[in-house]
């Protein structure tokens, strides 16, 4: 006689959660600019629950094999949504945006809409060319940002200028290999590559004119 099949015990809420974002994962990485409010949120709470281990040995590890993005870019999102939380991912999905923009843009934002020049605009897709439009506006009307101060280094004496710049030259170079070791994502790694290249490309010329390279006879 066959044995009756024992109920299963519910699946927690959360890791029906998980399981929800693992079948959208298909669109993550192309959604990482337009993310909603409610993706964001669950990126947090699996995160910060760390439900990730259900299927992977770390966070790490999760993003690019379930959500074909890297763990920074996961990082950044949650970071958004910490940061302006739901309101912002509703306006990137009608609009492009930046996060600078938008803390111009937030005051503005109640209740679903963009209260601006005695007009409630729906966050809706109908009203986007609207929005922009306001938001343009808005950040137009912003006062100038001020340049950040620079210190020049043609007061000093050149052996201090010479001595200046090969620590900057350190600096460049510890930052470059930081962050080619960090998981970027492939778009941030490629604009990295595209920076090293430049620069590079840019002292090679300097060294063409003026001929800097130590020779081995210098003594």
């Not at 200028?161 to 941030?188: N, P, W, Y």
């Not at 790694?189 to 060294?207: I, S």
Request: aromatic share 6%.
């Amino acid at each position: 006689m066959d044995q009756p099949v024992p109920d299963q015990p519910a699946p927690p809420a959360a890791l029906l959660q998980t399981g929800k974002v693992l079948g959208q994962s298909h669109s993550f990485s192309l959604m990482a600019g337009r993310c909603s409010a409610a993706q964001a949120e669950t990126l947090l709470r699996i995160r910060e629950g760390r439900l990730y281990l259900h299927c992977a040995s770390s966070w790490k590890e999760f993003c690019p094999q379930h959500l074909h993005i890297s763990s920074s870019q996961a990082d950044r999102i949650i970071r958004v949504w910490q940061q302006h939380g739901p309101a912002i991912f509703e306006l990137k999905q009608l609009i492009r945006i930046s996060s600078e923009d938008f803390r111009a843009v937030e005051p503005f934002i109640k209740e679903n809409a963009l209260h601006f020049n005695d007009e409630a605009i729906e966050l809706d897709p109908e009203n986007a060319e609207k929005i922009a439009g306001a938001v343009d506006e808005i950040c137009s009307n912003l006062p100038p940002k001020e340049k950040p101060a620079v210190t020049p280094l043609y007061g000093a004496t050149i052996p201090d200028r010479v001595s200046t710049l090969e620590k900057m030259c350190q600096t460049i170079v510890f930052e470059f290999r930081h962050l080619a070791d960090e998981d970027v994502g492939r778009e941030v790694r490629y604009n990295l590559g595209l920076t090293l290249k430049c620069v590079t490309d840019a002292l090679h010329h300097v060294n063409s004119q003026h001929g800097l390279y130590p020779s081995d006879s210098h003594e």
